[in-house]
């Protein structure tokens, strides 16, 4: 019901690899993240290990929702 109501025209395979795309680039700078993003006075370890794994979080549920997508398109196809 919300993929319908996010895409009216129906689901197509460019929209879930777009998906699937957004997904990667999340996942990499949750990555890169781990490289760049140091705890520091102002920001403790704690908020900046929440933060890493928020994102990390969000990358592999957008990720999911796009192979998701992409599978039920190669279902009704």
Known sequence: M???MIFPNGLKATHARA???VGMLLLA???SSLRFLHP???FGPDLIDGLQ???FG???GVTLVGVT????IHRQS
């Open 2 to 4: 919300l993929l319908k």
């Open 19 to 21: 998906v699937i795309s």
């Open 29 to 31: 700078g949750a990555v």
């Open 40 to 42: 520091s006075a102002r």
């Open 53 to 55: 794994g928020m994102l």
């Open 58 to 60: 969000i990358a592999i």
């Open 69 to 72: 997508m992409l599978a039920r």
